[in-house]
């Protein structure tokens, strides 16, 4: 089975409506197989925060050492997002291998009138998901109340609900008590219940779940107290205190509701077991979540917050009172089942705001919302707009640099407005038939329409990830100009996107460009950033290096890397090794003082300091970039008060702070794609398409150091070749190099004398120079602007006849 049937088939089963009782799940998992009864569970129900709070406890046990699976929704762009294994979405092959199995179920529970509905479907995706990978502990948040809730079908080991407000009646009662009384059966049967609830709720809690841990501030007699300490910058001060345990951390999560939710999370996994006071306050200010009070951009102050009822737009006024700013614009958009007068009214006065819908059925139509901001009677200007990414547009063009663009109300808005900064287009290359058939067979383009077009000397491929509508527009747009597009068959929800890959030459894209632009303001933003990716894509990267790829020299100062490790160790040694590396053209030395090969033992902070801060000094007058190769914030902290230039980070900013000593040093940051680090040869990671992957979880990444202040030119990426993947996805990811680009950061890659070179007759590190040398080549003429080696001379060699074969005309031998 093709993924875009399994998720068409997935989504087909919308169209039975939601209903009340675990029966249905339990019966589907019992036909499955019963996977998951030895998964230890935590069960996330609540209000308000069970997401994040979610996210909170799953980025602790990662820390703490438990391969960890996160089930939650609604998902922002694309279903598999509900799903995660250790921080990764579940691939398309295993949805597609889950559906095959539950077909024949659903066509036979369809005769006698109960199929499972969609809830409950990917409830059974999860749980069979994080059976199949093993997984020690599975995070699941409840949809909607608790004991009725298809998640229910699972025993939890620990539980939480995280608050009571009314909300579902027509589900779960009318009152804050019927409500309560609903959430709390989740209550686990041999540890309390970990609550914040308050009030009526709490005693309704109490009486239901029998055992709870109250999470509350210090005079809320709580048994774990949580202190608010305030923003600053982008994260949030926290202190929690347990009963013998004591945390003091920043959350990336702003908002005082978000410092109870970090009470909860550490409760829980203090209940797991096995979590050091240290493991919670490097996973709590790890758990970052998209569209929670997201911090976008700084001038003007751009937020985007799914708060979807009165109580979560009352945090968002508490927390944006914390940021100064002149005017307020507010993007807003709601769901027809909300409270939406009570929502306005709990937000702040804005002076101006931007009625919109967002592309989903259930959504109050702009004209009501703006008739409900009109009757609250605090607002200045009031638009209204058909889409979310027009509303958006006018908000960026209305607001000065020290205003504030507030935009919330769904999470649906959320997702379609962080589609400006989330969602790149990606450009590859036609290099031959065969290259171009695989690019493009992703989306069905006819291998004839590839041959055509190379032979016209075509070389532009984008794909793109827009909705639906827009793709079909795009599609007979390009067509009507004489170029190729192929739309995703996935019939995915109106909201959610599809993929689409457009082939033509410049000319043809900029025709279809014109009629875009001129197809209405949604359309419009698409053509926007299309130019803007054909644009790029013409263009050089700006570094500090110039237009030419820059070669990095490795200066290991430890004393086991794979290749170098021990020769340089002492401070004279390092010193001549640099001097040689400069001599024979290095423009950048990366001074590293812990090896990242597999099986490498962690080195102690102090230790790694002595090691690369000597050097770093010894270098700061040299005519060099230095950079320091650590995961290590404060190390990076000590090299850049040495005199260092650069950061690079083989673990991606998994240190929660790097980002932020970057920012505040504003200095380039190398963030590489890591599974883990150092290298974990046993583990097997599973992609669909290495490269898309990889790009996909690069741009999070991007984004978290571009909130942090950096402007993308100098978050330098680094696809990770030889960290979690094989040697065929190695190849891969340096052949299409060039799609990174996309990212719109500068491009490194590290790929000297690595085991990926055993495929072409190369066995140990010491015969692999010429295999680095021609896959230096080669990723120079990809559109690397950095490349990592050992042997610089040689390499550079290589990236001067690369520029000289794209350019000959720089040299005139008359």
Same mark, same amino acid.
């Given at each position: 089975?093709?993924?875009?049937?399994?998720?068409?088939?997935?989504?087909?089963?919308?169209?039975?409506?939601?209903?009340?009782?675990?029966?249905?799940?339990?019966?589907?998992?019992?036909?499955?197989?019963?996977?998951?009864?030895?998964?230890?569970?935590?069960?996330?129900?609540?209000?308000?925060?069970?997401?994040?709070?979610?996210?909170?406890?799953?980025?602790?046990?990662?820390?703490?050492?438990?391969?960890?699976?996160?089930?939650?929704?609604?998902?922002?762009?694309?279903?598999?997002?509900?799903?995660?294994?250790?921080?990764?979405?579940?691939?398309?092959?295993?949805?597609?291998?889950?559906?095959?199995?539950?077909?024949?179920?659903?066509?036979?529970?369809?005769?006698?009138?109960?199929?499972?509905?969609?809830?409950?479907?990917?409830?059974?995706?999860?749980?069979?998901?994080?059976?199949?990978?093993?997984?020690?502990?599975?995070?699941?948040?409840?949809?909607?109340?608790?004991?009725?809730?298809?998640?229910?079908?699972?025993?939890?080991?620990?539980?939480?609900?995280?608050?009571?407000?009314?909300?579902?009646?027509?589900?779960?009662?009318?009152?804050?008590? /019927?409500?309560?009384?609903?959430?709390? =059966?989740?209550?686990?049967? &041999?540890? *309390?219940?970990?609550? #914040? +609830?308050?009030? $009526? !709720?709490?005693?309704?809690?109490?009486?239901?779940?029998?055992?709870?841990?109250?999470?509350?501030?210090?005079?809320?007699?709580?048994?774990?107290?949580?202190?608010?300490?305030?923003?600053?910058?982008?994260?949030?001060?926290?202190?929690?205190?347990?009963?013998?345990?004591?945390?003091?951390?920043?959350?990336?999560?702003?908002?005082?509701?978000?410092?109870?939710?970090?009470?909860?999370?550490?409760?829980?996994?203090?209940?797991?077991?096995?979590?050091?006071?240290?493991?919670?306050?490097?996973?709590?200010?790890?758990?970052?979540?998209?569209?929670?009070?997201?911090?976008?951009?700084?001038?003007?102050?751009?937020?985007?917050?799914?708060?979807?009822?009165?109580?979560?737009?009352?945090?968002?006024?508490?927390?944006?009172?914390?940021?100064?700013?002149? /005017?307020?614009?507010?993007?807003?958009? =709601?769901?027809?089942?909300? &409270?939406? *007068?009570?929502?306005? #009214? +709990?937000?702040? $006065? !804005?002076?101006?705001?931007?009625?919109?819908?967002?592309?989903?059925?259930?959504?109050?139509?702009?004209?009501?919302?703006?008739?409900?901001?009109?009757?609250?009677?605090?607002?200045?200007?009031?638009?209204?707009?058909?889409?979310?990414?027009?509303?958006?547009?006018?908000?960026?063009?209305?607001?000065?640099?020290?205003?504030?663009?507030?935009?919330?109300?769904?999470?649906?808005?959320?997702?379609?407005?962080?589609?400006?900064?989330?969602?790149?287009?990606?450009?590859?290359?036609?290099?031959?038939?065969?290259?171009?058939?695989?690019?493009?067979?992703?989306?069905?383009?006819?291998?004839?329409?590839?041959?055509?077009?190379?032979?016209?000397?075509?070389?532009?491929?984008?794909?793109?990830?827009?909705?639906?509508?827009?793709?079909?527009?795009?599609?007979?747009?390009?067509?009507?100009?004489?170029?190729?597009?192929?739309?995703?068959?996935?019939?995915?929800?109106?909201?959610?996107?599809?993929?689409?890959?457009?082939?033509?030459?410049?000319?043809?894209?900029?025709?279809?460009?014109?009629?875009?632009?001129?197809?209405?303001?949604?359309?419009?933003?698409?053509?926007?950033?299309?130019?803007?990716?054909?644009?790029?894509?013409?263009?050089?990267?700006?570094?500090?290096?110039?237009?030419?790829?820059?070669?990095?020299?490795?200066?290991?100062?430890?004393?086991?890397?794979?290749?170098?490790?021990?020769?340089?160790?002492?401070?004279?040694?390092?010193?001549?090794?640099?001097?040689?590396?400069?001599?024979?053209?290095?423009?950048?030395?990366?001074?590293?003082?812990?090896?990242?090969?597999?099986?490498?033992?962690?080195?102690?902070?102090?230790?790694?300091?002595?090691?690369?801060?000597?050097?770093?000094?010894?270098?700061?007058?040299?005519?060099?970039?230095?950079?320091?190769?650590?995961?290590?914030?404060?190390?990076?902290?000590?090299?850049?008060?040495?005199?260092?230039?650069?950061?690079?980070?083989?673990?991606?900013?998994?240190?929660?702070?790097?980002?932020?000593?970057?920012?505040?040093?504003?200095?380039?940051?190398?963030?590489?794609?890591?599974?883990?680090?150092?290298?974990?040869?046993?583990?097997?990671?599973?992609?669909?398409?290495?490269?898309?992957?990889?790009?996909?979880?690069?741009?999070?990444?991007?984004?978290?150091?571009?909130?942090?202040?950096?402007?993308?030119?100098?978050?330098?990426?680094?696809?990770?070749?030889?960290?979690?993947?094989?040697?065929?996805?190695?190849?891969?990811?340096?052949?299409?190099?060039?799609?990174?680009?996309?990212?719109?950061?500068?491009?490194?890659?590290?790929?000297?004398?690595?085991?990926?070179?055993?495929?072409?007759?190369?066995?140990?590190?010491?015969?692999?120079?010429?295999?680095?040398?021609?896959?230096?080549?080669?990723?120079?003429?990809?559109?690397?602007?950095?490349?990592?080696?050992?042997?610089?001379?040689?390499?550079?060699?290589?990236?001067?006849?690369?520029?000289?074969?794209?350019?000959?005309?720089?040299?005139?031998?008359?």
């Amino acid at each position: 089975m093709e993924y875009y049937e399994a998720a068409n088939f997935l989504f087909g089963l919308r169209r039975y409506p939601s209903r009340t009782g675990v029966t249905p799940t339990r019966r589907l998992l019992e036909h499955l197989g019963s996977p998951g009864d030895d998964i230890r569970i935590v069960q996330v129900g609540g209000s308000n925060g069970k997401g994040s709070t979610a996210r909170m406890v799953e980025s602790v046990l990662r820390e703490a050492g438990y391969d960890v699976g996160l089930y939650t929704s609604p998902h922002l762009d694309d279903l598999r997002e509900r799903v995660r294994i250790n921080g990764r979405p579940v691939t398309k092959a295993a949805v597609s291998e889950f559906v095959a199995e539950l077909e024949p179920y659903v066509r036979a529970e369809t005769i006698d009138g109960a199929p499972p509905t969609f809830f409950e479907a990917v409830t059974a995706l999860a749980v069979r998901t994080f059976d199949r990978e093993n997984v020690d502990v599975a995070v699941v948040e409840v949809g909607i109340g608790g004991e009725h809730d298809a998640t229910s079908a699972l025993s939890p080991e620990v539980a939480a609900v995280t608050n009571v407000t009314l909300e579902h009646a027509d589900l779960l009662g009318d009152t804050i008590e /019927e409500i309560a009384r609903d959430k709390a =059966a989740i209550a686990p049967d &041999d540890a *309390p219940l970990v609550t #914040a +609830a308050t009030g $009526a !709720a709490l005693d309704v809690v109490r009486t239901t779940a029998g055992e709870t841990l109250r999470v509350g501030g210090p005079d809320d007699d709580a048994d774990v107290t949580v202190v608010d300490r305030g923003r600053t910058g982008v994260e949030q001060g926290v202190e929690i205190d347990g009963n013998g345990w004591r945390v003091e951390t920043a959350l990336p999560l702003l908002g005082s509701h978000q410092c109870e939710n970090a009470g909860i999370a550490a409760a829980l996994c203090r209940l797991i077991g096995g979590v050091t006071p240290d493991d919670i306050g490097r996973g709590l200010r790890n758990a970052h979540w998209p569209g929670r009070f997201e911090v976008m951009d700084r001038n003007p102050l751009v937020v985007l917050d799914g708060a979807h009822n009165p109580g979560s737009c009352a945090g968002i006024a508490e927390t944006l009172s914390t940021f100064e700013y002149d /005017e307020l614009h507010l993007v807003f958009g =709601a769901m027809g089942d909300k &409270d939406v *007068p009570e929502m306005v #009214a +709990a937000l702040p $006065a !804005a002076d101006a705001v931007y009625a919109c819908r967002p592309d989903f059925d259930r959504a109050e139509a702009p004209e009501s919302v703006a008739a409900i901001v009109e009757g609250d009677g605090r607002a200045g200007a009031i638009d209204r707009f058909d889409t979310v990414s027009a509303a958006l547009d006018d908000a960026l063009d209305a607001a000065e640099p020290d205003d504030a663009i507030l935009v919330c109300g769904s999470l649906f808005v959320v997702a379609e407005a962080r589609r400006r900064w989330s969602h790149p287009f990606v450009t590859g290359r036609i290099s031959d038939g065969e290259t171009a058939a695989e690019l493009l067979g992703r989306a069905d383009v006819s291998a004839e329409a590839v041959d055509r077009h190379s032979a016209d000397g075509v070389h532009r491929v984008v794909t793109a990830r827009v909705r639906p509508a827009q793709a079909d527009r795009i599609e007979r747009e390009l067509l009507s100009v004489g170029g190729e597009c192929a739309v995703s068959a996935v019939d995915a929800p109106s909201h959610d996107l599809v993929d689409a890959v457009l082939l033509g030459t410049r000319s043809q894209f900029d025709r279809a460009l014109e009629r875009l632009h001129d197809g209405g303001s949604d359309l419009a933003a698409v053509a926007a950033a299309l130019e803007r990716e054909l644009d790029r894509d013409d263009g050089a990267s700006e570094t500090p290096w110039g237009d030419d790829t820059a070669v990095m020299g490795i200066l290991n100062v430890t004393p086991d890397s794979f290749y170098d490790g021990g020769r340089y160790e002492t401070v004279d040694d390092a010193i001549d090794r640099a001097e040689r590396l400069i001599d024979a053209g290095a423009e950048i030395v990366d001074v590293g003082g812990e090896s990242t090969r597999p099986g490498a033992e962690t080195v102690p902070i102090d230790e790694e300091i002595e090691r690369v801060v000597p050097v770093v000094e010894a270098l700061a007058e040299a005519d060099v970039a230095v950079s320091v190769d650590t995961r290590k914030a404060a190390v990076a902290r000590a090299a850049l008060d040495a005199g260092a230039d650069i950061l690079n980070d083989v673990s991606g900013l998994e240190d929660p702070e790097m980002r932020l000593v970057a920012a505040e040093y504003n200095v380039p940051v190398v963030v590489m794609h890591s599974i883990q680090t150092p290298v974990d040869p046993e583990a097997n990671v599973a992609y669909d398409d290495v490269v898309t992957d990889t790009i996909d979880a690069l741009a999070e990444r991007v984004l978290l150091a571009e909130k942090a202040g950096l402007d993308r030119s100098q978050i330098i990426v680094d696809p990770g070749l030889g960290f979690g993947k094989s040697t065929t996805e190695n190849f891969e990811l340096l052949g299409r190099l060039d799609e990174f680009r996309s990212l719109g950061c500068p491009v490194l890659v590290g790929h000297s004398r690595k085991s990926m070179f055993r495929a072409v007759d190369r066995g140990t590190a010491e015969e692999r120079l010429a295999a680095t040398v021609a896959a230096s080549a080669l990723a120079a003429e990809r559109g690397a602007d950095i490349i990592r080696v050992h042997d610089v001379a040689e390499n550079v060699a290589a990236v001067k006849t690369a520029a000289a074969a794209a350019d000959p005309d720089r040299f005139d031998d008359r």
